[in-house]
T-cell receptor, first 114, second 116 residues
Framework: AQTVTQSQPEMSVQEAETVTLSCTYD???????LFWYKQPPSRQMILVIR??????QNATENRFSVNFQKAAKSFSLKISDSQLGDAAMYFC???????????FGAGTRLTVKP | NAGVTQTPKFQVLKTGQSMTLQCAQD?????MSWYRQDPGMGLRLIHY???????DQGEVPNGYNVSRSTTEDFPLRLLSAAPSQTSVYFC???????????????FGNGTRLTVT
């Protein structure tokens, strides 16, 4: 059963604008990690950002930040100042049991318009 | 610095044929795993290994075998290919870390497999 839900199959953003990709998950753990991965047309899977559930502060990596709502089990990715190179599939993921039992959402395809 | 090396990049098989997807990592990671990616379903775990000599099943293991004789290598075998196994396959590795979950996955570049 899918335990990670990305409700937006496709999103579009104008270059230089901001976009938020949604992700919800289901877990009974109290301490865990959450990840966003990017998959450009090259098919390569690239880590975008990681969040530890124990930490209150939302993770930030340059133009990428998360809005982590632990009680709501929500883990959104915000991309600021969108660039053409941000166009890709984005996957939300969390390790269900161990680091290698990673559960992925179905993905959101982001298009960036010039 | 090779990271995770996966071969081949593309493969076409006929129903019933067998093949092995190769995966090697040079980062001394304990964990290795295989995922398949299908449209609208994200990535799903096939098999994983927590160290040499230890393997276990993931979410979708049927039709696939694995072994881990060394830390570096983790091949995936299709014994009798079926059209339902048409997919993109990714090998990944990670270190265990203190909590066992904090390590992100390092992925190979994927194999696009078509079974006719």
């Amino acid at each position: 059963a899918q335990t990670v839900t990305q409700s937006q199959p496709e999103m579009s953003v104008q270059e230089a604008e901001t976009v938020t990709l949604s992700c919800t998950y289901d877990t009974s753990e109290s301490d865990y990690y959450l990840f966003w991965y990017k998959q450009p047309p090259s098919r390569q899977m690239i880590l975008v950002i990681r969040q530890e559930a124990y930490k209150q502060q939302n993770a930030t990596e340059n133009r990428f930040s998360v809005n982590f709502q632990k009680a709501a089990k929500s883990f959104s990715l915000k991309i600021s100042d969108s660039q053409l190179g941000d166009a890709a599939m984005y996957f939300c993921a969390y390790p269900a049991g161990s680091a290698n039992d990673m559960r992925f959402g179905a993905g959101t395809r982001l298009t960036v318009k010039p | 610095n090779a990271g995770v090396t996966q071969t081949p990049k593309f493969q076409v098989l006929k129903t019933g044929q067998s093949m092995t997807l190769q995966c090697a990592q040079d980062m001394n990671h304990e964990y290795m795993s295989w995922y398949r990616q299908d449209p609208g379903m994200g990535l799903r775990l096939i098999h994983y290994s927590v160290g040499a000599g230890i393997t276990d099943q993931g979410e979708v293991p049927n039709g696939y075998n694995v072994s881990r004789s060394t830390t570096e290598d983790f091949p995936l075998r299709l014994l009798s290919a079926a059209p339902s196994q048409t997919s993109v396959y990714f090998c990944a590795s990670s270190y265990s870390g203190l909590k066992g979950q904090e390590s992100p996955l390092h992925f190979g570049n994927g194999t696009r497999l078509t079974v006719t």
